[in-house]
């Protein structure tokens, strides 16, 4: 039990993870369901008998190059039984002897000297090195880990070399390509005996430029005539299209075999293993958030594999019941039991019919792809080829593409559920690319224009007309270079109204949706916190999943990165062998730092009442100790203002150099409504750092400050009625005359667990005054003297008194955003990993607590 304690690491909203397995769930019975199934008892299994041989085995060395592995298997065996011999390959200067049984291993160890052939053999333990999961034996190729991938990135000259090298990393090989057609070219083989005419086409990553390993096979089954008439591919003469299969590569591991009969076994290998697990490989960039966690919760369950027999099959989740189902899900159940039964080396096939576009999902043993058949999905080729052509356009959309979308991976902003998914985030990009001034690619209108006659496509009433030849049309003036696009990205993203607008890439501007969707045509188009526009489906917003966290996190997420792509970490390679450049825009973001990006709400108030019930909320009712910082419009001309009086702290804040001005006033002047230089807004806070960059870093992230000690207040500043401090005249929080600061944080030191037994503490204190005075906190001025005598309680039960030298048990940044209406906490100093527990007890809290103060005023 303590091995699969070992193994297991509880992630936020219950969700846990399997460090043996690089596998994440949802919740307990799904982590039940992985430990008791076939991949982590073999690995279990696997690592026991690595971990019973490394204590049989020693580590020779000092032998002549002349010497073999049956020479010293000899010698050995003196000893006691010899198991086996392993030589190093390379020099044959080494060799790790594996002993019949620990005894015998002993034996050998005691002995003092040990020669063969007139020389003094070295003989250690062999060392016991952390047990590393098999790499997968799929033909597929692997991405890099994130220490492949530093260290590939850190050799390039610049940030558009490392954004281009990406790519070549992450992108298919010529390999895995021609293994695709390959197995698009069995499928087409096998249905056409069924539909005579018919037509597989790929769609989706496979054609669309931006294809990485791993990612699935999107087909699309047409039953009639194309738009655009296209000959069906070609099987392979000789050999035939099965041993064509394996030939390129592992013959072994290619080799088909006939249909998989229902119970088969799925190979032993990461995907064709609980294929249905989410799994996070090691080499992964995608850290598990409460989002992503919630949204892979039916994956994880057991009872979501596909039917073992085509003839009885149980309703999927969302599916209809069988007298509901229509002639297209009749259709599917056919094309899901051709594939079961006649296509080879497939098994895992599941219909479902209940998706936006119902699919067949299914497996393919031999080449390891995952994939998905769809009858109704022609808008879907129109889609991957309008993609392909604005790659085509300008070499800067797919580095870019690859960058970002690697870049939201790591912060846990793409995947599925409420997350943006790779094709919302591709026409994000893109969206970017045609506001540019100049526009680095035309607007779908434009392209409309430009097709020729036999380019003109209507699919489902939709034009999906635009040129495919990619020569035809005139190259972008705009010479930008990638890094300078890249943080215009995260400028522009940071402040667009993604509520109150829709990203049309089709007008290449944002349309205003405060009065609903901008034409009546577009009647179905569901609008959320996040607006972006199909480029052809016009009633579809691809982003209608986005939660409102998401969106806040996206934006969040987006301003830290822009604050970084400020500095000169970012623009210049490190000659101390620092992170540099991509490196630390692509590294994952720890649980914490998630957390800091995801804003908590604030209810609906003036802000200056706002940030004084926070205030209070934050130093009466929680016991914290408080430093404030304002986010103010900065000086004209940039100047600092009069220095403080005599006597007062200087105030510490973020260096905002820029080694090329020009490309700052570019970001600025780029993002819609954004702000010109002199409207440039600055972070002032005493602490010495701004709130966006600690939410850059992880923590423990090697670069990162020191943690600050807690502070008392500075010099020139009173203790208020609100409970903030007050700036007097000159000191740091100190704002022009009529300017109100658009954003207020405080730098926030607890020494007890506040938020632990909270609730319990409350009731027992109102049970008390029940007995006493009688009757519950009605005003907010009760309520805030409640809460301040059930931190006291909490302070008591806790023990050790709050001492000003005494090290904080956590130290945190609390930001109220104007503009945003909502605040986000970033960690600070957490040396116990406490900081998700108090962000999720702040998020809860905090809003009814501002509700509770401002009922009264």
Sequence with gaps: MAAVDSDVESLPRGAFRCRLCHVTTANRPSLDAHLGGRKHRHLVELRAARKAQG?????????????????????????????????????????????GDVGAREAVLSQPQHSLGGQRLRVRPREQKEFQKPASKSPQGAAPDSHQLAAA?????????????????????????????????????????????????????????????????????????????????????????????????????????PASPPDSQPPASPQGSEALDFETPSSSLAPRTPDSALASETLASPQSLPPASPLQEDPGEGEAPPGEKTEQGAMLELVGSILRGCVPGVYRVQTVPSARRPVVKFCHRPSGLHGDISLSNRLALHNSRFLSLCSELDERVRPLVYTLRCWAQGRGLSGSGPLLNNYALTLLVIYFLQTRDPPVLPTVSQLTQKAGEG?????????????????????????????????????????????????????????????????????????????????????????????????????????????????????HRSSRGRDWGLLPLLQPSSPSALLSATPIPLPPAPFPQLTAALAQVLGEALGCQLEQGTKRPRSEGGGTGDSPPEGSRKRPRLDRRRTGSEQGEREQQGCAGGRSEEGVEEMVIEVGEAAQDWAQRSPGQPGAPPLPPAQPLAPGEEQGPAGPPVAQEGSPVETRKGASPSSVSWRCAVWHRVWQGRRRARRCLRQQTKEGAGGRAGTGVEWLATEAQVTQQLRALGGAEQRPEAEPLLTFVVSASQADQALTVTPLQDSQGLFPELHHFLQVFLPQALRHLLKGQ
């Design 153 to 257: 990135l850190a050799e390039a000259p610049d940030v558009g070399a490392q954004m281009v090298k990406l790519v070549g990393l992450r992108e298919l090989s010529q390999a895995e390509r021609q293994l695709r057609s390959l197995v698009v070219a069995l499928i087409q083989e096998v249905f056409t005996e069924f539909f005579p005419g018919c037509v597989v086409h790929p769609f989706g990553s496979s054609i669309n430029s931006f294809d990485v390993h791993d990612c699935d096979l999107d087909l699309f089954l047409d039953l009639g005539d194309l738009e655009e008439p296209q000959p069906a591919p070609k099987a392979p003469e000789s050999p035939s299209l099965d041993s064509a299969l394996a030939s390129p590569l592992d013959p072994q591991a290619l080799a088909c075999t």
């Design 55 to 99: 204590l049989r085995s020693v580590f020779v060395s000092g032998f002549p190059r002349d010497v073999d592995s049956a020479q010293l298997s000899e010698y050995f065996q003196a000893f006691g039984p010899v198991a086996s011999v392993v030589m190093d390959k390379d020099k044959g200067v080494f060799a790790i002897v594996e002993m």
């Design 455 to 571: 380019e003109q496509v209507a699919v489902d009433g939709w034009d999906c007309s635009f040129p495919r030849d990619a020569s035809r049309l005139e190259p972008s003036t705009n010479k930008e270079p990638l890094s300078s696009l890249l943080a215009q990205f995260f400028s522009c993203v940071s402040c667009w109204d993604l509520r109150g607008s829709l990203l049309s890439l089709r007008e290449g501007r944002a349309l205003p949706v405060a009065g609903g969707p901008p034409s009546a045509l577009w009647e179905g188009l569901r609008l959320g916190p996040m607006n972006l526009q199909d480029p052809f489906d016009l009633s579809h917003n691809v982003a209608a999943n986005v939660t409102s966290r998401v969106a806040g996190r996206l934006q969040n997420c987006c301003r830290a990165a822009a604050s970084y792509c400020r500095s000169l970490q970012y623009q």
